[in-house]
């Protein structure tokens, strides 16, 4: 059997040492495990409340390929426990000085001991002690002091067992982490029903209601919230199979791929995926620490973590009404330096724009991220903002749009929540969606000839739909266009657009930037609320193709907060 292992055991650090005994405390079934730290003094300490060993158990642990996990050649390839090759424990007595002090929930005393290199037992003696097992690791890398020198600073060291315990929270969230350096506290993580109870303890600045999470028979994934989370680095997309986070680039591309277009350049999602699958479906056999494995049937795998992510980004919050904001708001419109329009169409330009607006003045933007730079008191293309949109179903609480403030955002009413719209991301996701379902090419009728296209641009048109045909030297006429762009004045602009995109889905990001509803132009009522009610029903309402957030909502008790209202009727009224 011991032949058979693809792998050997490796423990060449602090964090090492911290994992291979912590999982076996996890395999113990322990609820509460502390970790004590000497990094100067290469010691390391797990206390564990688990199963324990019995006193003819204790004997053979550290010797080589000694283990109760598996029991015959078969169990290696239906591994459920997170050890199983027995080399852990005799690893770290070769590494170091290995003391087992461990004791049965049933027995009166527990016994001790120490382990030669070659993991024979030295000395045992009884203790009084807790049920659960102590393992202790001193002297680590004495006898190797080349490991040793090669060791990383002790601040670095340390931040590699912090990671190492806080991925075994994220997939054992019941059990309770206590760790200690030089005998102060570091950090705890407390216990919680879910992985998302634990990612708060792990980033400060992430709430629960920031998070998502969906439970199914054979996965587990909790996400961030697009427009509230997301980082600088993929470092916060994680995958767990079986109680343990592993390298599994597929599905950490494909979870990156689901959250597409939901986030701002050049950032990444937080989710955790966790697969909970047969052990036929895994081997294990890849690396000595499994952080890599080998899984069948991985392109399904990776569609199920996609299509949870995709469930996950569809649910929508409700909130219930409160008299109390309701009154708050109608007094805000009456009394406020902001009116409603009720009166003015969408295709009143009375009022002068600046031709810029947003995020097109970030000179790093390139086209495709830009809201167009057409003035809108040039724009004729009719937009239509009572077409009905055939997407999902609109959450079970509507927003009730309120008023227009500068012309550019939309202030509604949801339950108890006051909620900020910006009109032309809004209208921009809508689009893009409704292109994602009715892309269509219609004849123009009259060309429209371009200049000096390459035959990249020129593939890129016709992978549109769109036919290009000489029309002399360096020249092309075009005689097909999107639907939306036909009667725009800047229609050939847009096709050149088009030419430079890399794919189709940028093509339907451009198309829906440039006819999406501008900045600066007034909304009746009417048609705030045809907007908000469109907005709501599309698939990724949180933000825009650009990655943009959409929404800016505060609840009442933000607001109550903010003012540092209470409710206390005694003190909010003077009374003693």
């Not at 060993?53 to 459920?80: C, F, N, Y």
């Not at 003391?99 to 001790?112: C, E, I």
């Not at 992510?309 to 009394?335: S, Y």
Request: net charge neutral; hydrophobic share 40%; with cysteine.
């Amino acid at each position: 059997m011991a032949a058979q292992m693809a792998a050997g055991q490796v423990v060449d650090s602090l964090a090492a040492v911290v994992r291979e005994l912590a999982e076996n405390a996890l395999d113990a079934q322990a609820t509460r495990i502390t970790v004590q730290l000497w990094p100067d003094q290469g010691r390391v300490q797990v206390v564990d409340n688990g199963r324990g060993m019995g006193e003819a158990s204790l004997p053979w642990a550290a010797l080589p390929h000694s283990t109760s996990k598996i029991r015959s050649p078969q169990d290696l390839w239906r591994v459920r426990s997170l050890g199983f090759r027995g080399q852990a424990l005799h690893s770290l007595a070769q590494v170091g000085t290995l003391t087992l002090s461990s004791r049965l929930a049933l027995a009166t005393q527990g016994w001790a001991i120490t382990y030669a290199p070659n993991g024979e037992p030295l000395q045992s003696q009884p203790v009084a002690m807790a049920p659960g097992t102590i393992a202790t690791v001193t002297d680590l890398f004495a006898q190797w002091p080349s490991r040793r020198q090669g060791l990383p600073a002790p601040s670095r060291q340390l931040r590699a067992v912090q990671g190492v315990i806080q991925d075994l929270a994220l997939c054992h969230p019941g059990v309770a982490w206590i760790l200690h350096t030089d005998d102060r506290p570091w950090f705890t993580l407390a216990p919680g029903p879910t992985a998302k109870a634990i990612i708060p303890q792990r980033l400060p600045r992430v709430a629960e209601v920031d998070l998502r999470e969906l439970s199914q028979p054979s996965l587990y994934a909790v996400i961030g919230l697009p427009d509230r989370c997301h980082r600088s680095r993929p470092d916060w997309v994680k995958v767990a199979v079986n109680g343990r986070v592993v390298t599994l680039p597929e599905v950490e591309q494909g979870v990156i791929q689901a959250f597409r277009h939901t986030l701002p350049r050049h950032r990444f999602p937080l989710c955790f995926l966790h697969l909970s699958l047969p052990p036929q479906a895994i081997d294990w056999h890849r690396s000595p620490d499994k952080s890599a494995l080998y899984l069948h049937h991985l392109d399904d795998w990776v569609a199920l973590g996609q299509a949870c992510v995709q469930d996950l980004l569809h649910q929508t919050p409700t909130t219930e009404g409160n008299p109390r904001v309701i009154h708050l708001i109608k007094t805000a419109e009456a009394g406020g330096c902001y009116g409603v329009d009720r009166t003015a169409g969408i295709q009143d330009r009375r009022h002068p724009v600046d031709p810029l607006d947003g995020d097109s003045q970030d000179s790093e933007t390139p086209p495709a991220d830009r809201e167009s730079a057409t003035p809108a008191s040039t724009v004729n293309f009719p937009v239509n903002l009572s077409d009905s949109w055939p997407g999902s179903l609109p959450p079970s609480q509507s927003l009730t749009a309120v008023a227009q403030v500068q012309r550019r955002y939309i202030v509604a009413e949801q339950g108890d929540s006051l909620c900020v719209i910006e009109q032309h991301i809004a209208h921009e996701r809508v689009l893009y969606e409704r292109l994602q379902d009715r892309w269509a090419v219609v004849p123009l009728d009259r060309p429209v000839v371009l200049e000096s296209l390459t035959e990249d641009q020129q593939q890129q048109l016709q992978s549109l739909g769109i036919a290009v045909e000489p029309f002399g030297p360096q020249r092309w006429a075009i005689r097909h266009a999107p639907a939306p762009l036909v009667d725009r004045p800047d229609l050939a602009d847009a096709l050149r657009e088009l030419s430079l995109g890399k794919n189709f889905d940028a093509a339907l990001v451009a198309v829906a930037c440039r006819t999406a509803l501008r900045n600066g132009t007034p909304l009746s009522l009417p048609d705030m609320q045809t907007l908000l009610n469109d907005w709501q029903r599309t698939r990724h309402p949180r933000t825009c193709p650009h990655g943009r957030p959409i929404c800016l909502t505060l609840t009442e008790t933000s607001l109550a907060r903010f003012f540092r209202r209470h409710w206390v009727i005694g003190k909010s009224h003077g009374l003693e």
